[in-house]
C-alpha cells in the first residue's frame, strides 16, 4: 500500500502538468464550439466568465443552417474527403513499401536514398512549391472527349493534383523505417523457408504487425491533406475541385457573422479530432514503443 501512494504521488506532478496543458489546448476549441451556437451579441459580451465557453440558453442550429446556405460546404467537404482518404490509403501503401525495401532488404544505394527520405524532412513544402507547381503544369492527364480518348496538359482544377504529388511523405517513410526495423528478423527468415517472396513478406507478415505505426502514419497524413491551404490556392481556381480550407476563407471574406465563422471552422475541425480519436490509442503505442525513435 505504501509502495502505491509513494507512485502515485511520483506520479501526481506529471498528472497535473498534462491536466493543464490539456485545458490550454481544449480551451479554444470549447470557445469555438460554443461560440458556433450563440448569436453574434452573446459571443463577446463576457469573455471573463466560463459561460463564455458553454452554449448559453438561446443556442440555436441557426448558424450550421446558415454556413451551408451560404457556401458550397457540403462539395468543398466531400473534396476534402475523397483527397483525404486517397491520400491516407495511397500514403501508407506509398511509403510503407520504400519503407520496407530499406529497412529488411539489401540493394546497392540503400544508404543514400535513406539519406534524401531524411533531408527532406527538414524541407518546408513552400520550398519546393513553385518547381511542383512547374512541373504539374507540364504533366499530361488522360480524358475523354466525344467517346475518344484525349490527352489534357496540365493538372490545374483537379483533385488528383491535390492527391498524387503527396502520396510520398518522407517523415512516414522514417516512421515506417524504424517501427520495421524493430520487427525480429526471425519471421523474414522463417518466412522464407516457407517460400514466401518479398511481396509476400510484406503483406503477410510485416503488414499485419505494424497495426500502431500505420495509424500513426494515418493521423499524419490526413490531417496534412485535411489543411492543405497553400497548394490548393495555386492549383485550384474554380470551387469544382476546392478543399475545405480555401473555402473558409472564402466564406470568411464573405460573412460577417463571427457565428456562422465559428460554426464553419467547427465543422471542418470535427473530422480531425474524430480520426485522431479513433486511431489515438495505436498513436500512443507507435509513439511509445518503437516508432519514432532516434
Not at 464550439?33 to 465557453?53: E, P
Not at 520495421?180 to 517472396?197: N, S
Not at 485550384?236 to 470568411?252: H, K, L, Y
Request: some cysteine; proline content about 6%; overall charge positive.
Amino acid at each position: 500500500m505504501t509502495d502505491l501512494i509513494r507512485r502515485m504521488l511520483l506520479r501526481l506532478p506529471m498528472l497535473l502538468a498534462m491536466c493543464a496543458l490539456g485545458v490550454v489546448f481544449a480551451t479554444p476549441l470549447l470557445f469555438m464550439f460554443a461560440a458556433s451556437f450563440k448569436h453574434d451579441d452573446a459571443i463577446f459580451a463576457n469573455l471573463a466568465s466560463w459561460t463564455s465557453y458553454v452554449p448559453d440558453a438561446g443556442w440555436s442550429l441557426a448558424n450550421y443552417a446558415a454556413i451551408f446556405e451560404r457556401s458550397n460546404l457540403p462539395l468543398f467537404l466531400l473534396n476534402s474527403t475523397i483527397i483525404a482518404a486517397l491520400v491516407v490509403v495511397g500514403g501508407i501503401l506509398v511509403n510503407s513499401m520504400l519503407a520496407f525495401s530499406l529497412s529488411r532488404m539489401r540493394w546497392r544505394g540503400r544508404g543514400a536514398v535513406l539519406s534524401v527520405v531524411v533531408a527532406m524532412m527538414v524541407i518546408p513544402f513552400e520550398v519546393i512549391a513553385i518547381p511542383l507547381l512547374s512541373l504539374v503544369a507540364r504533366l499530361p492527364w488522360p480524358g475523354v472527349e466525344a467517346g475518344v480518348l484525349t490527352w489534357q496538359m496540365g493538372w490545374f482544377n483537379s483533385l488528383h493534383v491535390q492527391i498524387i504529388p503527396f502520396l510520398a511523405n518522407a517523415f512516414c517513410v522514417f516512421l515506417f523505417y524504424q517501427f520495421f526495423r524493430d520487427i525480429p528478423p526471425e519471421l523474414d527468415e522463417a518466412a522464407k523457408m516457407d517460400g514466401a517472396g518479398p511481396w509476400a513478406l510484406f503483406f503477410r507478415i510485416i503488414l499485419p504487425n505494424s497495426g500502431p505505426v500505420i495509424a500513426t502514419a494515418a493521423i499524419v497524413l490526413f490531417i496534412a491533406a485535411w489543411n492543405q491551404y497553400l497548394w490548393p490556392i495555386m492549383v485550384v481556381q474554380g470551387e469544382a475541385a476546392r478543399p475545405v480550407q480555401p473555402g473558409i476563407q472564402q466564406f470568411f471574406g464573405r460573412a460577417n457573422s463571427w457565428g456562422q465563422i465559428m460554426a464553419y471552422a467547427s465543422v471542418v475541425t470535427l473530422p480531425v479530432l474524430a480520426v485522431f480519436l479513433a486511431f489515438q490509442r495505436q498513436f500512443v503505442a507507435s509513439v511509445a514503443g518503437s516508432g519514432i525513435k532516434g
